[in-house]
T-cell receptor
């Protein structure tokens, strides 16, 4: 199956710093999403971004499908950004796949 | 949680007992999924459904069965729970309107002693 690797596995920041999280995947995909899991366990969909660039407030994401990677940028980080960030992809295939494969996540800690 | 309810939210049970987790949605979405989350593994797909009575296996389906008798409910059953099934279980839904964008429930924490 498709492999999804996220880096770094852990990241510690001071409030106000910027960061870049990376997601590499091993095959062509037609779907890529970024999720944030807060310290209480809730999973929130941040971006649906199979290609191109999107921005939502202090967060932005870029996917370069031809090179099989995606980046999540967090600017001016806040303590509420703490949690685990997951990348998930859906394999491009002849028919519908329906299944998203998740990376193992990046644990972000933002200290005040 | 966008109209997704998981029950129970917490359960402690003993090895060998049957367990059923329920996912209920009010969004009328066609696709429903069960994932498990374990330290070091991220989220792994157990089973999914693409319509009433239409289900298929994910990557970690052994020891689990599912049923979907109506659009709004997707049940995950552990016929005989084992300690390796101690995990947090997440249900997700998608209407697949052009893209498979998932919305997750709050999760169910299961401990098998």
């Amino acid at each position: 199956g498709i492999q999804v690797e996220q880096s770094p596995p852990d990241l510690i920041l001071q409030e106000g710093a910027n960061s870049t999280l990376r997601c590499n995947f091993s095959d062509s995909v037609n779907n890529l999403q970024w999720f944030h899991q807060n310290p209480w366990g809730q999973l929130i969909n941040l971006f649906y971004i199979p290609s191109g660039t999107k921005q939502n407030g202090r967060l932005s994401a870029t996917t370069v499908a031809t090179e099989r990677y995606s980046l999540l940028y967090i600017s001016s980080s806040q303590t509420t950004d703490s949690g685990v960030y997951f990348c998930a992809v859906e394999l491009r295939s002849g028919g519908s796949n329906y299944k998203l494969t998740f990376g193992k996540g990046t644990l972000l800690t933002v200290n005040p | 949680d966008a109209g997704i309810t998981q029950s129970p939210r917490h359960k402690v049970t003993e090895t060998g007992t049957p367990v059923t987790l329920r996912c209920h949605q009010t969004e009328n979405h066609r696709y429903m999924y069960w994932y498990r989350q374990d330290p070091g593994h991220g989220l792994r797909l157990i089973h999914y459904s693409y319509g009433v009575k239409d289900t298929d296996k994910g990557e970690v389906s052994d020891g689990y069965s599912v049923s979907r008798s109506k659009t709004e409910d997707f049940l995950l059953t552990l016929e005989s729970a084992t300690s390796s099934q101690t995990s947090v279980y997440f249900c997700a839904i998608s209407d697949y309107a052009g893209a498979n964008v998932l919305t997750f429930g709050a999760g169910s924490r299961l401990t098998v002693l």
